[in-house]
């Protein structure tokens, strides 16, 4: 086995070792597998690990005596609101607890900046003649179909390895009052497992913007997702915020989604005192009280952020084997080929893989065809369009570890004959 660039070798080379693969390939295909790797669901092994909170909570009083059954405490109770301030490197007195989902906080932020505007604008957003979006790329596809959905245009700027390409960013949002806000997942990023680093945060806080009421919808969805010792930290985006004069700029979000139940957990929002008492404000038209019975079986069951903490630990145990088994395929296949990159991420739930450009399509194809699913081509892209073709999001929690050491020696496979495919083309 070669593992000298493809490039470097003869138009005779090539076609030999086409053949060679695509007999490989139909032994693939013989085998009839079929393998999922399109979404990051925690596996049920981790669903597992949260058990006990199906018999919690084991009273009905918060730690002030409230009836946790009743209506009320808009904001969600306070013991819950503790640990993810905990979490979040945040101040408790602006974090909101609500229900199971933060995307639905997110949509919740922007149907209600759309309608109403936010406390800094001059109006309503859907009252200007556009409303445009910075979109780090590749980013997480339900970020992107979201805005489409509520008529948002999206300007797309790199995703590096510390996070969104500042400089991109400042170009974007200086001088264009229509851009009215970025998305961001600042750790372990979906998909490209990016940290943004504090710098590239203070310069996001900090930057000027032509709209007055711009926002970055910081969505921390990874926070404590670690698949190392090597645990990131994410940047203070409200402090920063507060200490460059723009307070109202970040607005976090998290859950728990990845950590007790994807379907059943308890979502979060941090934001400075006024953008938190507008978004009450909003939400008080919309519910009575959260489930607060939710949040008091997770405050029982974690005791504190501490206990969130050594839970992730057990993630890390079950998760990281799997993560191990993607590098591990690609590299024993691909390495030094030249025809792939992929990211080795230490914390979150993706594998970021970027094959020759015009060939994700044909690989995802090719996986299809030997039954191995993977997330559509471009999906990490704002409309599904990957301008390179060449962006493959891989999701290895979900299936078994034998699974994904089977799908992954599939995909690497399918990679290689999709890059001879187009080079023979050549
Ligand atoms: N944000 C990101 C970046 C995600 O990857 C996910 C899950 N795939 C979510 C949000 C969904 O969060 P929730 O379950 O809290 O709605």
Redesign the pocket.
Known sequence: VTTSPLSALSADELAARLTSVREEYDELKARGLKLDLT??KPGADQLDLSNDLLGLPSTYQDRSGTDVRNYGGLEGLIEMREIFADLLGVDVANVVCGG?????L?HQVLTALLIKGGPDSPRPWSQEPVVRFVCPVPG?D??FTMLAELGIEMVTVPMNADGPDVAAVRAVVADDPSVKGMWI?PTY??PTGSVCSPEVAAELMAMPTAAPDFRILW?N??AVHHLTEDEAKSADALSLAEASGHPNRPIM???T??ITY?GA?V?ALAASAENKAWYLQRLGFAAIGPDKVNHLRHVEFFGDADGVRAHMRKHRDLIAPKFAAVEEALSSRLSGLGIAEWTVPTGG?FVNLDVVDGTATRVIELAKEAGIVLTPAGSAFPHGNDPNDRNIRLAPTYPGLDDVRAAMAGVALCVELAALESLTRG
């Open positions: 979404r990051g199971n989902s933060s995307l639905t997110m997480y339900r970020h997942v990023a979906n969505d969805a990874y979000f998290a859950s989604s990845k994807a957990g979502a739930y």
